[in-house]
């Protein structure tokens, strides 16, 4: 990467106080910048945080986004769909487009208390008429269905004419991002096919179809304008577009407001989707603007109760915290099993919109503990593609399960990287990790019952198959796969993917045990459909004894697999001056024979197991791997963090800390408003703040709590939900901590 191409943002463009981000000042060099950071979303959809009369160099930079829409863009490969834009609006002032005016006194608000966003500024026309505008947008928590905008435009000298056009814009295209993070793409897809609009004075309604696979969506809206305005409404139907003309005289000193209230539906709401749209507006109708802010902003009034942390140290901490935490519940479907969250979340169309193992790993912990239902929707997802994980392994000429790198609406894989696609197989045992965690912390027996045994038998049966028999050393190795740190090549044991392997190997037959003792019926009707013999299951345990890892016993040491060490050394100072990822400036192939970490491995491993790991051999781990990380990867710096304090290495963990938890807040890898928030780093940087420095560990044994507070934090507040109870845990610097019992649920 040249320097050039860095995003030029400055840094010092965003107030972040402890419920806002406040953005000052109307720049171009941070306008696609704040429109990341902006983004909006109920789970549901997602929209980027551009201004509703924005303009944008092209349609496909206006995106809204649908929780598990995705279309085919080629054979087996989707894209998640840009759906149309409903918030497509222009304001006239004496016939002059407000865009083409001057600005003065622009503000940019983000509440996090109630999900709004606001902007605000002047526009001076050539005549030097002052109009202040202010427009609110928010995407429904009440309903998710249904978003509504407000335009506030109020005639500070004079007396004009105002015209508003809205409506919903249909001419919305894709950029499929390529999966490699080297190569623009340049070449736009039109999801679209057939596209019905209509409108009628205040309403209007947009159906649209998908060319391949006819997915649809229809959106309404409808504008609510006080009667007093004595407004002329026409209809403005045109190509692809349905929207209203709203023309009315604007006095000097009065201000008016006009809502136009959203809602949406598509093709995985059900039939008649039609019907579905209308019956939500409706509902919009009768709420209007301020009834359905009230109704979301108790619902994130819920939300905050059990996911807040609250932290004695800077506001700008505390600002920074909760966005991390408001940006990852804005994009979880929540309530939708058969979606997931993907790297960008619905924020951005990078990496196709797919999920990874950052949501079982990175995203999960956060839910499992302060919301344990939607948790459990992510897990349902991977149950409800457990078939596509079969049939994914007979791809591979293997049999049981094999979950596929990226994900979308279905569970083939959607990485094209040959060797990324193909041998990053991790994933399979990260999604089994992050079941028995959330059976663990949950003890929701009936989940292990219903759907995980049959997941951990399926997965069970393909790593026994994925493993590779030595006859002649009588142990089992596991060759050609790549573990998290992407930069190790295509190598033999990596570490962190065959300890997890093992533990996915070892849950099946625990849970083969449970199943046998507790629901003898329900384990003879699954023992059929998965025609599981007792056979099988010895070999399971042969490799969980046989397995080959490698443990320097000298120098306490796990190594990340056996070619590691004979890489070659490389003074990273030499080549990396600032967070920007390695790859930009030398070769994939170049990097991988270099003794350099993407990302941990083995520290990831310890950062899931710390019962597991004595602290001397956490130390060297740490000691050994850290100087060679180059944090490539946005899930480096939480886990990093985590681990620092642990291990009680304060300044380290704090330095790495204030990476994640500023990584988009502070643009910190440059890429921000090229590509959108980075949703596993927040969910890193949850994990750093309440395993790390609060030092938390739940297991079915209950709650423990061993904290390392920076000094920069004096105390921290929050709740963790155990076993159907909510717990609070306060915390204090120098302190024994509190964890006082709160109530059932
Ligand atoms: C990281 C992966 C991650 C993916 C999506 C890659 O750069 O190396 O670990 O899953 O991004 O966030």
Redesign the pocket.
Known sequence: MHKKDKEAVDLDCLDITPWEIVALGASNDIKDYCESIFSQGNGYMGVRGYSPIGRKNNNAERTTFISGFFEYIRPGITDMVNQPDFAASKIFINGTDINEMSVADYKQVLNMKDGTVLWSYTVLDKENRRTQIRIIRFLSMGNKHTAAIRFEVFPENHNSSIILETGIDGNVINLPIADN?LSDNTQFVNMWGKINSSSIGKKGSITAETIYSNRITTMEYYINIPKEYKAVIEADTKDNYTGSIIKFSGMQGNRYVIDKLISVANYRDGENIGDIAQNHLEQCIKFGFDGMLVESKKVWQRIWEHSDVKVESSQELQGAIRYNIFQLIQSDPSDDPYASIG?RGLMHGR?KGCY???TEIFMLPLFLNTNPEAARNLLLYRYNTLEDAMESAKRFSLKGARYSWMSSDTGFEQCETWDTGCCEIHITADIVYAIGRYIEQTGDINFLKDYASEIYIQTARYWKERFTYDEQKDCYNLIHVKG?D?YCGVTINNFYTVKMALHNLTLALDSIKLMEKEFPEKWESLREKTQLVKDETKKWQDIIDKAVTYYDKDRELWIQDPIFEGLEPIDIGAYKDDNIPLYHKLSYDRLQRYQVL??PDVLMYMALFPEEMPRNQMLAAWNYYEPKTLH????SFGIHALIAARLGLRKEAWRYFNKSIFLDLKNLMSNTAKEGI?T?ALGASWQALIFGFAGVWINSQGISCEPNLPEDIQSMQFKICYKSAIYELIIKYGKKPEINFLYSI
């Open positions: 993070q790297a990496y990874f193992w950052d998290p992407e993407k990302q490539d990867s946005t899930l980075h596993a």
